[in-house]
């Protein structure tokens, strides 16, 4: 069966420094893979998606991934964060069904 | 804009009384999702529609059913709501279920209170 782990429950970094959040997948074949982020009281937006093709991939709000197949991972980047990134992060793997990741909250020091 | 719709954003029951959920989607997609997502946890997948074809998840209580009478439209239906069962219920479409077909877009939420 599918499975995301999200190692990170809850990162900090400082305004304009740099940010990874990490995944895990297991799953057999290529997967399909999502990043979404959650604001409070709100629903998933999609901030990219891997198919197949490149492996790093661009996303709205200057968010990117790389899937690495050899790391089994898809982790999500962005060079300088601002404050209204702070928001929970949910990684998903899908084939017919969507699992998600138990999500990474982030804080955003001024 | 094409978009998925829930209503209400919040509702509030009391125990044991019945109630129900909506979703609306402009987008014309075939599948229509339900989750819960309780504070602090990842969204859970209760069911979908294919069409008009109901998937059940295989823990989803059977006090959790849903309707679909049209494309546009997906009910949630808690028959019973325990204290359990307060939550954010996710609505969430998508054009099929597999290649690229099953990027999925996601409504704002119903923020379930139960008294």
């Known amino acids: 069966a599918q499975s995301v782990t999200q190692p990170d429950i809850h990162i900090t970094v400082s305004e304009g420094a740099s940010l990874e959040l990490r995944c895990n997948y297991s799953y057999g074949a290529t997967p399909y893979l999502f990043w979404y982020v959650q604001s409070p009281g709100q629903g998933l937006q999609l901030l990219l998606k891997y198919f197949s093709g490149d492996t790093l991939v661009q996303g709205i709000k200057g968010f990117e991934a790389e899937f690495k197949r050899s790391q089994s991972s898809f982790n999500l980047r962005k060079p300088s964060v601002h404050w209204s990134d702070a928001a929970e992060y949910f990684c998903a793997v899908d084939e017919g069904k969507s699992t998600f990741g138990d999500g990474t909250t982030l804080t955003v020091k001024p | 804009d094409a978009m998925v719709i829930q209503n209400p954003r919040y509702q509030v029951t009391q125990f044991g009384k019945p109630v129900t959920l909506s979703c609306s989607q402009t987008l014309n997609h075939n599948v229509m999702y339900w989750y819960q997502q309780k504070s602090s946890q990842a969204p859970k997948l209760l069911f979908h529609y294919y069409d008009k074809d109901f998937n059940n998840e295989a823990d989803t209580p059977d006090n959790f059913q849903s309707r679909r009478p049209n494309t546009s439209f997906c009910f949630l239906d808690i028959r019973s709501p325990g204290l359990g069962d307060a939550a954010m219920y996710l609505c969430?479409?998508?054009?099929?279920?597999?290649?690229?077909?099953?990027?999925?877009?996601f409504g704002p939420g119903t923020r379930l209170t139960v008294l």
């Open positions: 969430a479409t998508s054009r099929g279920l597999a290649g690229g077909d099953n990027e999925q877009f």
